[in-house]
């Protein structure tokens, strides 16, 4: 095949899978039978483009035959009648300013905001967004999580069963619901991104690249709703993480710390995106807790040397952000920051403070961030015992390579 | 669409009698404004679980036990049935449900044909 064909395929995919299964599921009320209808477009999109030529519109191609092939199902059909004539009429008032309540008229933001409906678990809402959203495969999104394939074709059709059964709204929530509803979109996104940052350290390379995939999510939601400062704070914290990751696994795999990374591996255009993009959602109101944590990121990221970072900035934001997300982690961050902007006995003094409170109880940073204080104090015996804590507690076998490094410099010394 | 509300309390709240539970002023109003809103299609208060029967048939043998079938703590004490547009809006009238704050509500779509 011709391969600006190929190419146009693979990225009509990327830019228009979401949207036609999303249209569909409007007009059909039927996911499997959008999901099947969409997939079947893009087969005969393989098929005629390179006889026809690539379409002027290829997303209004894929729509229009997706949307003819759900007819012609409906009417082979028989039990496919009404949603038929749901098919037919719906296509007639269909014009670009059709909007609901909520004044949006894309319907990937309804599609979105089912897939992340709360009365969903979190691995369905997270597993429906990648399947109906981005197009993956149930068989990829298996391997992604490491489950079996089964048991992830399982929890699809049980969520899609529970949003006609239960009857699961498909729209945009109106305005009282829409600020947390957003929350809920948004922390689906940073789980992705997330699990596929911390995935980077293993050696399979057939996981999908979660972590790009919940970038373009989060990129297509903040194009859908311009005026929502907490998505472009999102993508700027997952650019600015994203932007070093070239620097943060060494050649023995080990993870090298912040302090310690190669900056000249930094992605210097993901950065000045990140920054740009949260300097504009910055000036959009008080800063949420994504805004926050992509400030915090931004201070690392344009600081050009581990020594010439905003400590003392990043401490203020842990401590605004301490304030919206009641988090223990978040006050184990700031008294860290607190440490490098004031010496470590002013850290050590907030870390003491979480110790007694239990909240922490078997979280090895807790002990870990201990022992790096207490050795700074020159305290060695008792950053010693604190190490030797946080190994009991540590989990990957990067970090303990790491925390026995720690141990042996304090316990060598003279 | 209709959903049951299956409201799940603390045992000593099923002994209350009706008058002393239409005391509770914050659960008269529930019923008001949900009967305003034409949202409430029937529902009813149960008596405790030390007054419930169990029931099974094995091998065509009646089985009785003395008690609900499953024993906790937290019973369901009374159901609602509502009909209204979608879930988001049970998931509205259930979060307002007196025993919400206390207890639990289970949402349960009905069965339509």
């Known amino acids: ?414 | 669409m209709r959903y049951m509300l299956m409201v799940c309390g603390d045992e000593s709240d099923h002994e209350k009698s009706p008058e002393e539970m239409r005391k509770d002023h914050e659960g008269f109003a529930w019923y008001e404004e949900m009967n305003r809103r034409g949202v409430l299609r029937g529902g009813n208060r149960l008596r405790p679980g030390s007054d419930a029967t169990t029931v099974r048939v094995r091998d065509d043998e009646v089985l009785l036990s003395d008690g609900p079938f499953a024993e906790s703590r937290e019973q369901m004490g009374g159901y609602d049935l509502i009909e209204c547009a979608d879930l988001d809006e049970a998931i509205e009238i259930a979060s307002r449900h007196p025993i919400a704050r206390s207890g639990a509500i289970e949402v349960r779509p009905l069965w339509e044909t």
């Open chain 1, 1 to 414: 095949m011709r391969d600006d064909v190929r190419a146009a395929v693979a990225e009509a995919f990327r830019e228009d899978w979401g949207r036609v299964v999303a249209t569909l599921i409007r007009t059909t009320g039927d996911w499997d039978l959008a999901e099947d209808c969409a997939q079947g477009a893009f087969e005969r999109a393989l098929k005629t483009w390179p006889r026809d030529g690539i379409p002027r519109r290829p997303g209004a191609w894929l729509t229009t035959t997706a949307r003819n092939l759900a007819r012609d199902r409906l009417r082979r059909d028989a039990v496919g009648e009404t949603k038929l004539r749901e098919v037919a009429s719906t296509s007639h008032h269909e014009d670009p300013d059709e909007r609901d309540e909520s004044g949006v008229s894309d319907d990937r933001l309804r599609l979105i905001f089912t897939c992340c409906h709360p009365a969903l678990k979190v691995e369905a809402r997270v597993a429906l967004t990648l399947r109906t959203l981005a197009g993956l495969t149930t068989a990829e999104i298996a391997r992604a999580f490491l489950v079996p394939e089964p048991t992830m074709a399982q929890r699809l059709v049980r969520a899609k069963r529970k949003i006609r059964n239960a009857r699961i709204p498909y729209r945009v929530p109106p305005a009282h619901l829409l600020p947390e509803r957003t929350g809920g979109v948004l922390a689906v996104l940073y789980l992705l991104f997330n699990e596929g940052y911390a995935a980077t350290s293993g050696a399979d390379l057939v996981r999908v690249d979660l972590s790009a995939e919940a970038m373009r999510l989060a990129r297509t939601l903040t194009r859908l709703m311009p005026d929502e400062p907490e998505a472009l704070g999102l993508l700027a914290l997952m650019l600015l993480h994203d932007a070093r990751r070239a620097a943060r696994l060494g050649d023995d795999g080990e993870v090298v710390t912040l302090e310690e990374q190669d900056r000249s591996l930094w992605d210097r255009e993901a950065i000045a995106e990140g920054v740009r993009l949260l300097d504009a959602a910055m000036r959009l109101g008080r800063p949420g807790p994504y805004r926050l944590q992509a400030a915090i990121a931004a201070c690392h990221a344009t600081a050009a040397t581990a020594a010439e970072t905003d400590w003392a900035r990043i401490a203020v934001l842990y401590g605004e952000l301490a304030r919206l997300v009641p988090s223990p982690v978040v006050r184990l961050n700031r008294a860290v920051a607190v440490a490098m902007a004031e010496g470590p006995s002013a850290g050590l003094e907030l870390v003491e403070v979480l110790a007694a409170s239990g909240e922490l109880a078997g979280y090895h940073l807790l002990p870990a961030t201990r022992a790096d204080l207490l050795r700074r104090l020159g305290r060695p015996e008792q950053a010693a015992a604190a190490y030797r804590e946080a190994l009991e507690l540590v989990a990957t076998d990067a970090e303990r390579r790491y925390l026995n490094r720690r141990l042996a410099e304090v316990t060598n010394r003279p």
